[in-house]
Each structure stands twice: as structure tokens, then as C-alpha cells.
């Protein structure tokens, strides 16, 4: 079978020399590991920075014309440490000195940050002795930034046909005319999983710090379990919905070709983490894959006598959000009412118009506002199979005194979302986690 493994490394995980010794360990242990993708070098301590971080910080001393040694200093001793540590060639150091001699106040901010990754990549490359590959030409975005598959497919099939080993900075591509640029933040997953798409990979391996995905944040719950498996939708509303393991877009390129994604553990690499597949065999012993939440969304009732008898009063509605470019992420609907759930942010500083321009193209009676909703997701692709769950789930609310303002379930049934007060958010995550996973809430 053809086995061939994309390995996407974090900032963690190429923080300093030591860690770079253990990417290395864990690259060399499989044969299959050939596309390496690197993360700028992460912090290593408390009193450390990221190579990213320092870079957004370099751009803006040039634009503002603010003396920059300080900033270059910080970040050529990150590099310079792990090049020594690690006896490799001092070239690369040269080339960083270069590169600060050309920057100027016109030079873009894209270029400046993806050198994070750049160099980090260059050391990561001669330590591995794998060939590097600049992103610039391998990552191509059309104008639109929708990515140039076909171009892509190319360049690689060539590089790979020279080249079996090699290793990419992640986080960048290039536009049409060359120029660089970034993806958002913690972009370097989708770079990894691009590049499983192209080579068709066996897997698509997420080295981080962290040993898999858990099915709570660990700052609310303590100790919660680990996530063995989950699928790629699971995972997708579970990261919109605030998890934070691997960036959100980077679920579609692997999900496209059915590419299994493993998030391991660099400090642990024997711990099996989690994978995440198109579909799971159900196993009947688990209830829920996970729950997450965000905060800070504001509820907007619209009333109007009648409404359920005529048309085109939520059309109206939504053309006013459509205006301001507001999204929506949930549209509960009652007779003669409904509502719109809005993030809070997003309508702060234009809350009084839009409330006047809803209130005249629909017409209404009243307009209801409640801030500071929370949102909170309850995973499960079993709900579909069981009965009773969302009743256990609303009852070990209930029995805690938490009032439940908004409910939401698709009629795939892969999810409930509950929408509660702020000040309510930890203690429902508390309860529902206790519900379906014991211990004591
Ligand atoms: N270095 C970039 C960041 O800090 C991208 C990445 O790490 O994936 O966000």
C-alpha cells in the first residue's frame, strides 16, 4: 500500500534545540514521514516569545520608523541558539543578516512574518537532512485567495519526483505575481493538510503539545478525557464553536479525500492521541464526543402580529444584517417572532442603526435585545441512535438551576446547542460533562 505521511510540527514543538531533537527522533522512527511542515519556532518558556509574535512586532518598528535592534536581536538569538546547539552550518545566520539589511518601511508585513516559518523550516530542513522547499512555491492562492489546486498539484508532483524528503514552511504561499502571502493565524495546519490533499498521504500526522483533543477545556473541567476518535464534522463544530486544536479550515483538504488527521503529542509520542475520520464505527459505550462553548452573543427578538401568516418579513431582516455584514448563527423562530443570534463584537459599534433599520423594514411591534448569551455545544454523532439524551441534558440543567435561553438542534442530530447567561457558562459545561461522563459536577 502506498504509505506516505504528511508531518505537521507546532511552534511548541520547535521551540529550542531540545525540541528539535525530538521532531527529529520521531521523523526518522517512520520511513513514511516525508513532507515535514514547520511552524514558526514557539516560545520555549514563560519568558520566551514566538518567532511570529517578534516578527508582527519587527514590521511595525519599520513602518513607524522605530529603531529595531532590540527585536532583531531577540529573534537571531532564537535562531542562532538552535543552530549552535544543534552544530549546524552558520550559512543560515548570514542569510538572516541579509534579509534584515533588506527590509525597509515599504517592505510587506506577509513577507516579514512568514520568515518565521521560513527560517525555522531552513534549520529544521539541515537537521533532517530533508530537502527544503520554500512554501512561496508549492502554496499558490489566485488573487481571490482561493487556492490554484492544479498549480499546485504540478509543483509538487515535480519536487516529489526529484525530491522523496522534504521539508515546508507552513502559514505561506504566494500570490499570481509572486508575492507572499500569510495565511491566519496557526495557518501552517492548512498548510499541512494542502499538502496531504496533493500527495493523496496515508495520513495526515498534527505533531503538537497536547495529546490529542479532550472533550472539555481543561481549564473548566478537571482532567477531562481524551477524544479517541472523532470525525471530521465533530471536529469542525467542535473547533467553530471555540475547541482550539487545530485550525478550522484545515479540516477540508483532508476531509475532501478522506485523509485520516492524528493530533499527537510531541512530548509524548507514544501516546496514541486523537484521529480524526469521515465516519466511526458507533461505539455503544459513549454518549457524547465533546462540548465546547463561546461567549458574548446577543439575542434580537423581533415581534410582529400576524407574521406567521405572511412572507417576507425575515427576508427583510436578514437583507438589514446582510448590510451591516453581520453574521448570523441562529435564527430561532416562534408564531409571530423570531430571533437572531448575533456575536456581540460585531455589533458594537453599529447596534442602534441596525436595530432602527430592522424595526422599519419589518415592520415590527417590539424589538427585544439580551447580551451576554453564551453559546455551548454538545457534540455526539450517537444522539442520532439513542433516545432520551437531550432530556437527560436539559433535566441536569434544570436540576442546577440554570435557565436555558435558546436551543438548537439540526435535524442531523449531531449536536445540541444550548444558549445560557454568561455568568452560566462554566458551571453548564460542568453539569453536562458530569451528566454524560460522571464524576461530580
Ligand atoms: N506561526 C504562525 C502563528 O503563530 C502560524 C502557525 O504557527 O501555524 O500563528
Same mark, same amino acid.
Request: proline share 2%; charged share 25%.
Given at each position: 500500500?502506498?504509505?506516505?505521511?504528511?508531518?505537521?510540527?507546532?511552534?511548541?514543538?520547535?521551540?529550542?534545540?531540545?525540541q528539535f @531533537?525530538?521532531?527529529k527522533e520521531?521523523?526518522?522512527?517512520?520511513?513514511?514521514?516525508?513532507?515535514?511542515?514547520?511552524?514558526?519556532?514557539?516560545?520555549?518558556?514563560?519568558? #520566551?516569545?514566538?518567532?511570529? /509574535?517578534?516578527?508582527?512586532?519587527?514590521?511595525?518598528?519599520?513602518?513607524?520608523?522605530?529603531?529595531?535592534?532590540?527585536?532583531?536581536?531577540?529573534?537571531?538569538?532564537k535562531?542562532?541558539?538552535?543552530?549552535?546547539?544543534l &552544530?549546524?552550518?552558520?550559512?543560515?545566520?548570514?542569510?538572516?543578516?541579509?534579509?534584515?539589511?533588506?527590509?525597509?518601511?515599504?517592505?510587506?508585513?506577509?513577507?516579514?512574518?512568514?520568515?518565521?516559518?521560513?527560517?525555522?523550516?531552513?534549520?529544521?530542513s539541515?537537521?533532517?537532512?530533508?530537502?527544503?522547499?520554500?512554501?512561496?512555491?508549492?502554496? +499558490?492562492?489566485?488573487?481571490d485567495?482561493?487556492?490554484?489546486?492544479?498549480?499546485?498539484?504540478?509543483?509538487l508532483?515535480?519536487?516529489?519526483r526529484?525530491?522523496?524528503?522534504?521539508?515546508?514552511?507552513?502559514f505561506?504561499?504566494?500570490?499570481p505575481?509572486? #508575492?507572499?502571502?500569510?495565511?491566519?493565524?496557526?495557518?501552517?495546519d492548512i498548510?499541512?493538510?494542502? *499538502?496531504?490533499?496533493?500527495?493523496?498521504?496515508s495520513?495526515?500526522?498534527n505533531?503538537?503539545?497536547?495529546?490529542?483533543? *479532550?472533550?472539555? /477545556?481543561?481549564?473548566?473541567?478537571?482532567?477531562?478525557? @481524551?477524544? /479517541?476518535?472523532i470525525t471530521?464534522?465533530?471536529l469542525?463544530?467542535?473547533?467553530?464553536?471555540?475547541a482550539?486544536?487545530?485550525?478550522?479550515?484545515?479540516?477540508?483538504?483532508?476531509?475532501?479525500?478522506?485523509i485520516?488527521?492524528?493530533?499527537?503529542?510531541?512530548?509524548?509520542?507514544?501516546?496514541?492521541?486523537?484521529t480524526?475520520?469521515?465516519?466511526?464505527?458507533?461505539?455503544?459505550?459513549?454518549?457524547?464526543?465533546g462540548?465546547?462553548?463561546?461567549?458574548d452573543?446577543?439575542?434580537?427578538?423581533?415581534?410582529?402580529a400576524?407574521?406567521?401568516?405572511?412572507?417576507?418579513?425575515?427576508?427583510?431582516?436578514?437583507?438589514? *444584517?446582510?448590510?451591516?455584514?453581520?453574521?448570523?448563527?441562529? +435564527?430561532?423562530?416562534?408564531? #409571530?417572532?423570531?430571533?437572531?443570534v448575533?456575536?456581540?463584537?460585531?455589533?458594537?459599534?453599529?447596534?442602534?442603526?441596525?436595530?432602527?433599520?430592522?424595526?422599519?423594514?419589518? &415592520?415590527?411591534?417590539?424589538? #427585544?435585545?439580551?447580551?451576554?448569551?453564551?453559546?455551548?455545544?454538545?457534540?455526539?454523532?450517537?444522539?442520532?441512535?439513542?433516545t432520551?439524551?437531550?432530556?437527560?441534558?436539559?433535566?441536569?440543567?434544570?436540576?442546577?438551576g440554570?435557565?436555558?435561553?435558546? +436551543?438548537? @438542534?439540526?435535524?442531523?442530530?449531531?449536536?445540541? +446547542?444550548?444558549?445560557?447567561?454568561?455568568?452560566?457558562? /462554566?458551571?453548564?459545561?460542568?453539569?453536562?460533562?458530569?451528566?454524560?461522563?460522571?464524576?461530580?459536577?
Amino acid at each position: 500500500m502506498y504509505m506516505l505521511k504528511v508531518a505537521k510540527f507546532g511552534g511548541s514543538s520547535v521551540a529550542n534545540a531540545e525540541q528539535f @531533537q525530538k521532531v527529529k527522533e520521531i521523523v526518522l522512527s517512520d520511513k513514511s514521514r516525508s513532507i515535514i511542515v514547520t511552524s514558526a519556532s514557539g516560545k520555549s518558556d514563560q519568558n #520566551d516569545s514566538k518567532l511570529t /509574535d517578534l516578527l508582527y512586532l519587527l514590521y511595525e518598528h519599520y513602518k513607524y520608523g522605530v529603531d529595531a535592534e532590540m527585536i532583531i536581536d531577540k529573534i537571531s538569538g532564537k535562531l542562532s541558539s538552535i543552530q549552535k546547539e544543534l &552544530n549546524l552550518s552558520s550559512k543560515l545566520m548570514d542569510e538572516f543578516s541579509d534579509y534584515v539589511e533588506s527590509i525597509s518601511s515599504r517592505t510587506h508585513l506577509d513577507e516579514i512574518v512568514s520568515r518565521g516559518e521560513y527560517f525555522t523550516a531552513k534549520l529544521l530542513s539541515e537537521y533532517l537532512s530533508y530537502y527544503f522547499v520554500d512554501a512561496k512555491d508549492l502554496i +499558490i492562492f489566485n488573487y481571490d485567495l482561493s487556492l490554484n489546486y492544479q498549480a499546485m498539484e504540478e509543483r509538487l508532483y515535480k519536487v516529489l519526483r526529484d525530491t522523496p524528503k522534504i521539508v515546508v514552511p507552513g502559514f505561506y504561499g504566494s500570490l499570481p505575481n509572486g #508575492d507572499i502571502k500569510i495565511m491566519d493565524r496557526g495557518g501552517s495546519d492548512i498548510t499541512g493538510s494542502i *499538502l496531504a490533499n496533493l500527495s493523496n498521504a496515508s495520513c495526515y500526522e498534527n505533531w503538537t503539545d497536547v495529546s490529542g483533543i *479532550l472533550k472539555a /477545556d481543561p481549564r473548566i473541567i478537571n482532567n477531562p478525557k @481524551q477524544i /479517541d476518535v472523532i470525525t471530521y464534522d465533530e471536529l469542525r463544530e467542535l473547533s467553530y464553536m471555540g475547541a482550539s486544536v487545530l485550525h478550522e479550515e484545515a479540516i477540508f483538504p483532508v476531509k475532501e479525500k478522506n485523509i485520516p488527521i492524528q493530533i499527537l503529542n510531541t512530548n509524548d509520542p507514544t501516546n496514541k492521541g486523537t484521529t480524526i475520520l469521515n465516519t466511526v464505527e458507533t461505539e455503544r459505550k459513549q454518549e457524547i464526543t465533546g462540548i465546547a462553548g463561546k461567549k458574548d452573543f446577543s439575542i434580537i427578538t423581533i415581534f410582529k402580529a400576524h407574521m406567521s401568516n405572511e412572507r417576507g418579513t425575515l427576508l427583510a431582516a436578514l437583507r438589514v *444584517l446582510d448590510t451591516y455584514q453581520l453574521r448570523v448563527e441562529h +435564527i430561532p423562530t416562534g408564531i #409571530d417572532m423570531f430571533s437572531l443570534v448575533i456575536e456581540t463584537k460585531h455589533l458594537e459599534n453599529s447596534l442602534y442603526e441596525v436595530l432602527g433599520k430592522l424595526q422599519e423594514a419589518c &415592520n415590527s411591534d417590539r424589538i #427585544d435585545v439580551v447580551h451576554e448569551i453564551s453559546l455551548i455545544a454538545v457534540v455526539s454523532r450517537f444522539m442520532k441512535q439513542k433516545t432520551g439524551m437531550s432530556g437527560r441534558l436539559f433535566g441536569s440543567l434544570g436540576s442546577k438551576g440554570i435557565n436555558i435561553s435558546l +436551543i438548537s @438542534q439540526t435535524s442531523d442530530e449531531s449536536n445540541i +446547542i444550548v444558549g445560557v447567561n454568561n455568568e452560566d457558562y /462554566d458551571k453548564t459545561i460542568q453539569t453536562i460533562y458530569h451528566e454524560f461522563e460522571g464524576g461530580v459536577a
